[in-house]
């Protein structure tokens, strides 16, 4: 679905929430009972009517921080207002999963919420601004985001670095690690391979030598850097191999198979520049006495 586009949005959340200032008052155990504000107006809203983001560009939350959340929720209460649109009978959460989770967690029934009028496209826009902002997506989860916002609301990658203030070389390498297998992005999903590893690991086209080296990278704990060295290596020896290919379909099979024909048995040459190397297979001492005296009879 394509959404109009939305500029500025990467300013952030404050052209969302306004200049508020909330200050709690009233009877601590009643959670927020009345709040001053400038602009928008929070509600109070029972718990279980808020459903969370369908949009949500984090797929995985820190449990130890949630529950660091929820102890602090439980002495001071939700200091700031859950951002919410209104679905159904209910409310889904724009921004400030996190804080619903950990106030879940804390035995919370009500929670202090501002409700806005949101498209999808500012929904998602405004969570995955949300996540940027605080650092809280991992490098997959945020490729995954800003392609979403290519693919469903038409953004060109200059689109989405304005609205999230990114630059555009940002933007193309972060969607690029979308590109590397399955197994690798689960290593960095899992936190095993950083940012840069990635990066430096989709330098390389062919994804079994990625895993390979994904792997080397992970259980000798490899730096960025000698990551890259890594790659580049590995890389040089793949287009070495593959010239070597090249020239072999296209001379070197014929004779090898003339040579085969000849002598009976699987011959290998392997060519190099002006030099290379002649591989004659034999099986037994019967059959290398026969090709002796076979290249015997070629003086």
Known sequence: ???????????????????????????VEEHFRQYEMTGDSVKIIDINNIKPNSAQPRQLFNEEKIDELAASISAHGVIQPILLKESGDGFEIVAGERRWRAARKAGLKEVPGIVRELTNEQLLLVALIENIQREDLNPIEEAEAFQRMCSE???????????????????????????????????VLEGKLTNGHARALAGLK???????????????????????????????????????????????????????????TKVTLKHHGKRGKLEIDYFSREELERLIEILRTLR
């Open 1 to 27: 679905m394509a959404g109009t586009k939305s500029k500025g949005l990467g300013k952030g959340l404050e052209a969302l929430f306004g200049d508020v200032e909330i200050k709690p008052s009233g009877a």
């Open 153 to 187: 609301f038409n953004f060109t990658q200059e689109d989405v670095s304005l609205n999230v203030g990114k630059s555009r070389p940002y933007i193309t390498n972060a969607i690029r690690l979308l590109k590397l297998p399955a197994e690798i992005q689960a290593m």
């Open 206 to 264: 062919n994804a079994d030598r990625q895993i390979m080296l994904a792997e080397r990278v992970v259980a000798k704990g490899l730096t960025v850097r000698e990551t890259e060295k890594l790659v580049q290596e590995a890389d040089k020896k793949g287009k070495r191999a593959s010239k070597t290919a090249a020239i072999k379909t296209t001379d070197i099979l014929e004779i090898e198979s003339e040579l085969k024909e000849l002598l009976g």
